[in-house]
Nanobody
Framework: QVALVESGGGLVQAGGSLKLSCAAS????????IGWFRQAPGKERELVAA???????TYTDAVKGRVTLSRDNVKNTVALQMNSLKPEDTAIYYC???????????????????WGQGTPVTVSS
């Protein structure tokens, strides 16, 4: 089992940057796949980026080139560096985890078992 806590959200102007962090409890963090999702008002939750237990990464097309996901298995954290932010990036950002023995990137929300409480990101124009 793992508990997740996101931090780093806030208000930023368009073109600015934010670094979100997801801190996880548990001694077997390295065995989990981690996903970052976001949900804007009135919209469905969507994938932003994900990393498998082996370190393979994927990004949704809307953020490619602007977002970098990194994981630190010593500190039990996964960071999401977001640059060149746009108003359409405004959402609540969630990290999620799922035990990943087969080292497969998971891109759907229903593939994840554990979720954090979310951190809000607002990008003003």
């Amino acid at each position: 089992q793992v508990a997740l806590v996101e931090s780093g959200g806030g208000l930023v102007q368009a073109g600015g940057s934010l670094k979100l962090s997801c801190a996880a409890s548990g001694r077997t963090f390295s065995g989990y796949g981690i996903g970052w999702f976001r949900q804007a008002p009135g919209k469905e939750r969507e994938l932003v980026a994900a990393v498998s237990s082996s370190g393979a990464r994927t990004y949704t097309d809307a953020v490619k080139g602007r977002v970098t996901l990194s994981r630190d298995n010593v500190k039990n954290t996964v960071a999401l560096q977001m640059n060149s932010l746009k108003p359409e990036d405004t959402a609540i950002y969630y990290c999620a985890a799922k035990w990943d023995p087969f080292r497969v990137i998971k891109t759907r929300a229903d593939q994840y078992e554990y979720w954090g409480q979310g951190t809000p990101v607002t990008v003003s124009s």
